[in-house]
């Protein structure tokens, strides 16, 4: 009878602090194993007459339990380190791609501009709406240009630092633009022209 009061004194005890224990936890993961790991101990409790006629020793229950519950552990690591590489893979493909997709375009009017304009394509940046990277998701495409270089006598140049762009220039952006929108297929809103500065 002595046995019996113990066994259900210890059992009242535990629920005891495992209410208190479970109280003063922040929620979350560890709260988790917290209430799986007192839950083990309560059916150690429960079964603690059945342990000792068996003669199983309950400190090698925990540990194996203890061990199940760091191989999860571990394995929740491992798959965030893998959801993480993933998603450094997947931006470094398109990165790629949109290499892809801009040297393609370069290629494509590099010739053509030099022949119809007498115009020598230097750089060429693409931003697009979203993916995937195609002309139909383009949002801008800035090119910048210079003239080719032609050998003729050099002119007298005068520069004036209060001029405005004169009209000209505008013109011949426009063309440029109405060129590039008419080859590529595109809307002439999507396209800005630059021009790089020749070296003096």
Known sequence: MNMFTEWITRIVLFLLLAMVADALLPSGLMKKYARLVMSILLLLIFLGPLLQVLKVDPNQLIKSAEYSMDQQVDTLALDESIEK????????????????????????????????????????????????????????????????????????????????????????????????????????????????????
């Open 85 to 200: 590489k993933k998603n450094e893979i997947v931006e470094g493909q398109d990165a790629y791609k949109l290499e892809q997709v801009t040297q393609a375009l370069a290629k494509e009017m590099e010739e053509p501009l030099k022949q119809d304009l007498h115009l020598q394509l230097v750089n060429l940046d693409m931003s697009f709406l979203n993916k995937p990277y195609q002309m139909e998701t383009l949002d801008k495409l800035v090119v910048t240009l210079t003239p080719v270089k032609e050998e003729a006598p050099v002119d007298e140049v005068n520069i004036s630092i209060m001029d405005k762009p004169s009209s000209e220039d505008n013109k011949e952006d426009e063309e440029v633009r109405d060129w590039i929108a008419d080859h590529l297929d595109l809307n002439k809103d999507q396209i800005e022209i630059r021009w790089e500065e020749e070296d003096e």
